[in-house]
């Protein structure tokens, strides 16, 4: 993996309506995927494709093609404001994904993640997550952000409940993962919420 050059700073905010480019989460760093990061994250979803499978729709026909897609995508999609992807970094390694989505109308950022399969157990998504939610409050007019998941995804479900997410509701999910059911339970936190109850809450093992 190339060293990010911006990797002493712990944000870099490109605009004041979009994220930080760069976003230290403690034990993970975040930053924003690029057309370079090819290569890398080519090899990182390959070293752990049988583990995002059963709960990844993309994985099932993941290809060098599909990922170079993805990172153009998610360079136009940070210029529009429509979501903003980023890489988690441990050590310099590619060790998942996270993004911002701005999908639900106004007033309101999806997060949507995934962790290769030998980063796991180790607190990374949910310490990606507390960093996004706390840059989501911070852009102008959003009050509430959510995490979807399948139902039959408890790992994925552990991170909003850490987080102080209230679950609202459970809807059909618009692609049915491998190994859940389709069935899409959805979490929600307002800004009022976790001001209230601060970041400071999370657990270092989720």
Request: net charge negative; with cysteine.
């Given at each position: 993996?190339?060293?990010?050059?911006?990797?002493?700073?712990?944000?870099?905010?490109?605009?004041?309506?979009?994220?930080?480019?760069?976003?230290?989460?403690?034990?993970?760093?975040?930053?924003?995927?690029?057309s370079a990061d090819l290569d890398a994250s080519c090899q990182a979803v390959l070293s752990s494709l049988e583990h995002l499978?059963?709960?990844?729709?993309?994985?099932?026909?993941?290809?060098?093609?599909?990922?170079?897609?993805?990172?153009?995508?998610?360079?136009?999609?940070?210029?529009?404001?429509?979501?903003?992807?980023?890489?988690?970094?441990?050590?310099?390694?590619?060790?998942?994904?996270?993004?911002?989505?701005?999908?639900?109308?106004?007033?309101?950022?999806?997060?949507?993640?995934?962790?290769?399969?030998?980063?796991?157990?180790?607190?990374?998504?949910?310490?990606?997550?507390?960093?996004?939610?706390?840059?989501?409050?911070?852009?102008?007019?959003?009050?509430?952000?959510?995490?979807?998941?399948?139902?039959?995804?408890?790992?994925?479900?552990?991170?909003?409940?850490?987080?102080?997410?209230?679950?609202?509701?459970?809807?059909?999910?618009?692609?049915?993962?491998?190994?859940?059911?389709?069935?899409?339970?959805?979490?929600?936190?307002?800004?009022?919420?976790?001001?209230?109850?601060?970041?400071?809450?999370?657990?270092?093992?989720?």
């Amino acid at each position: 993996m190339q060293p990010d050059p911006a990797s002493s700073h712990p944000s870099q905010p490109s605009h004041p309506s979009r994220p930080a480019e760069l976003i230290d989460a403690g034990p993970v760093l975040l930053r924003r995927w690029h057309s370079a990061d090819l290569d890398a994250s080519c090899q990182a979803v390959l070293s752990s494709l049988e583990h995002l499978r059963p709960w990844m729709p993309w994985a099932a026909d993941f290809s060098r093609t599909a990922q170079a897609e993805f990172l153009a995508g998610s360079e136009r999609d940070w210029e529009s404001g429509a979501t903003f992807n980023y890489a988690m970094l441990v050590d310099g390694e590619i060790a998942g994904s996270i993004g911002l989505m701005a999908r639900l109308g106004p007033g309101a950022l999806e997060i949507g993640y995934w962790v290769g399969q030998a980063y796991t157990r180790r607190g990374l998504a949910t310490a990606a997550t507390a960093a996004l939610v706390q840059e989501a409050f911070t852009l102008p007019g959003v009050d509430r952000v959510q995490i979807v998941h399948d139902e039959l995804n408890v790992a994925s479900g552990g991170v909003p409940r850490k987080l102080g997410f209230t679950q609202i509701e459970r809807r059909p999910l618009d692609h049915k993962p491998p190994g859940g059911t389709g069935m899409g339970v959805v979490w929600e936190i307002t800004r009022a919420q976790w001001e209230d109850a601060g970041p400071g809450n999370v657990s270092e093992h989720g």
